[in-house]
């Protein structure tokens, strides 16, 4: 091994358990309704949050807990097509709502599985009342629904997020990094999440650990190492 070896990013898995998703006032809620199924009081529910903030995981969690074999199916790859011939599960899951671009194809799929006594969970960005819906009577649908909104993460929340990040990619940290990041970053799930993600980076070029002082100079894009070898 010599010292310009290349640095291998082997990637990570993000740990989706029911024991890994982290439950707080900000999506309790969502939670509940979850948990709740079938019992809801139609055959669709819509989650929506901010991105990050854990949605996909949330509806992972959901299938698991359940007992499901079903697929999350991004909303941005559902056609008419699909949606007409598809076959059924108990609940068919869409995400990120906020990318459909066939409106036919979530009405289609809507009638599909309310006449056949099927679920369908939705989930994006934004309440899907809002969501710019030229199809009338798919608009009057998603007007109807309810939904359940995901808020900002606390303190408390964030911090236990940050933990499982660095966990999720088995790097151990001090409290002091994260009581560093809580302090400076921008406070969503999504930049925690980008920033993590480039510490990881910068941790295994470095082949040294998280500190204070790196994740300064993530944040401010300045690089305090004044001519180190970035394999040192």
Not at 102 to 118: P, Q, Y
Request: charged content about 20%; some cysteine.
């Amino acid at each position: 091994m010599n010292d310009g070896q290349l640095t291998l990013d082997l990637g990570h898995r993000p740990a989706l358990g029911r024991d890994d998703f982290l439950v707080a006032p900000c999506n309790a809620e969502a939670v509940a309704w979850l948990e709740r199924w079938p019992a809801w009081p139609q055959h669709a529910l819509a989650l929506f949050g901010p991105q990050g903030c854990g949605k996909t995981h949330l509806l992972a969690v959901f299938a698991q807990h359940h007992g499901l074999a079903t697929n999350i199916i991004p909303a941005a790859e559902l056609t008419a097509a699909d949606s007409l011939r598809m076959q059924l599960g108990p609940v068919t899951i869409l995400d990120d709502l906020d990318g459909l671009t066939d409106e036919t194809a979530l009405f289609h799929l809507w009638n599909r599985t309310k006449e056949a006594g099927r679920y369908l969970l939705l989930a994006g960005r934004t309440a899907p009342a809002r969501l710019p819906v030229a199809l009338a009577d798919l608009r009057s649908r998603l007007g109807g629904l309810h939904a359940v909104g995901i808020g900002a993460p606390d303190e408390s929340l964030l911090a236990a997020v940050l933990i499982k990040l660095f966990s999720d990619r088995q790097l151990r940290v001090g409290e002091d990094v994260v009581t560093f990041i809580l302090g400076r970053a921008e406070r969503s799930f999504a930049a925690m999440g980008q920033l993590v993600q480039q510490l990881d980076r910068e941790s295994l070029a470095r082949r040294k650990a998280v500190t204070v002082k790196m994740v300064r100079e993530a944040l401010t894009g300045h690089d305090d190492r004044q001519g180190e070898l970035s394999w040192n």
